[in-house]
C-alpha cells in the first residue's frame, strides 16, 4: 500500500509540475518539428506580408525563424485558445524586442469579432494554421472564418502531419498523452478527409498546393504536409 501511495503522489507531482511548466513543456517536445514549418512557409511568403497565425502557441517557433521574418519585413498577429501560451509568447517576443513586428491575442478562431479586431485598418495578406487545423471541431469553418479577414488573392497556409493509416488505440492514447504532458495534439485526421474539407471550401478558397514536407515527419502512418490555398473571391 505504501509503495502504490509514493507511486500515486509522484504522478501527481510529475503531473502538477508539468502543467505548470506547460509553455516548456511545449518547446520541448514540439520545437523541432514546428520551426521547420514555420520556416517553409515564411519562404513562401511574399515579402511585407500581414499575417494572422492561427494557434500560434508559445512563439518560440517563430523566433527561431526571426532573421527571415525581419528580413522579408512581415508583420505577424498570432491568436491561440490556450492561454498559458498565449502570455508565454507574449512575453517572448517583448524579451526580445520582436514585439513590433510579433504579437499574439488568446481567442478562438471562430470569433469572427476577434479576427476582424486584430486587423482593423486593412486585411491579412495570408492566414497559417501551424498544426492546429488538426485541433478544430470544424475545420472548413475555420478556413471559412479565416478567409472573411484574409484579401482576395490572399494565401491559406496549413501546416499538419496526416495519416495515411490508423493505429489501433491511437485515439485513446493521444487524450492520455495531451493529459501527461498538457499538450493537445488534436484528433487524427486521414488525408483523404482534409482533402474533402478543402473540397468543401473550394468556392472561396482554391487548393493549389499539397505536399510533402522534405525532412519532416514521414513514415508509413503518417507525414507532414503543407497545403496551401489560394482566395479566389
Not at 71 to 77: A, D, M, N, S, Y
Not at 98 to 126: I, N, Q, T
Not at 186 to 204: F, H, N, P, T
Amino acid at each position: 500500500m505504501l509503495h502504490q501511495a509514493l507511486l500515486l503522489a509522484g504522478l501527481i507531482l510529475a503531473s502538477y509540475l508539468l502543467r505548470r511548466h506547460s509553455p516548456r513543456v511545449y518547446d520541448a517536445i514540439i520545437l523541432h518539428m514546428t520551426s521547420l514549418w514555420y520556416s517553409t512557409v515564411i519562404d513562401a511568403l511574399p515579402e511585407g506580408s500581414k499575417v494572422l497565425d492561427v494557434g500560434m502557441g508559445t512563439g518560440t517557433s517563430l523566433l527561431s525563424c526571426r532573421k527571415e521574418i525581419e528580413e522579408k519585413h512581415l508583420r505577424i498577429t498570432g491568436v491561440d485558445f490556450t492561454e498559458v501560451y498565449v502570455q508565454a509568447a507574449t512575453a517572448k517576443f517583448k524579451e526580445a524586442g520582436a514585439d513590433a513586428f510579433l504579437s499574439c491575442k488568446y481567442g478562438s478562431v471562430y470569433d469572427e469579432e476577434l479576427l476582424a479586431s486584430l486587423a482593423p485598418r486593412s486585411l491579412f495578406d495570408a492566414v497559417y494554421f501551424s498544426g492546429s487545423i488538426a485541433l478544430l471541431p470544424d475545420p472548413a469553418a475555420a478556413l471559412r472564418g479565416a478567409c472573411k479577414v484574409l484579401k482576395k488573392g490572399g494565401a491559406v497556409y496549413v501546416t499538419q502531419t496526416f495519416q495515411h493509416l490508423s493505429f489501433p488505440g491511437l485515439s485513446v492514447i493521444k487524450p492520455c498523452v495531451k493529459y501527461i504532458t498538457t499538450i493537445d495534439f488534436g484528433e487524427l485526421v486521414m488525408e483523404k478527409d482534409i482533402l474533402r474539407v478543402y473540397a468543401s471550401v473550394a468556392e472561396e478558397l482554391e487548393l493549389v498546393r499539397h505536399e510533402k514536407i522534405e525532412g519532416s515527419v514521414d513514415n508509413a502512418l503518417q507525414k507532414a504536409y503543407v497545403s496551401v490555398l489560394r482566395k479566389i473571391r
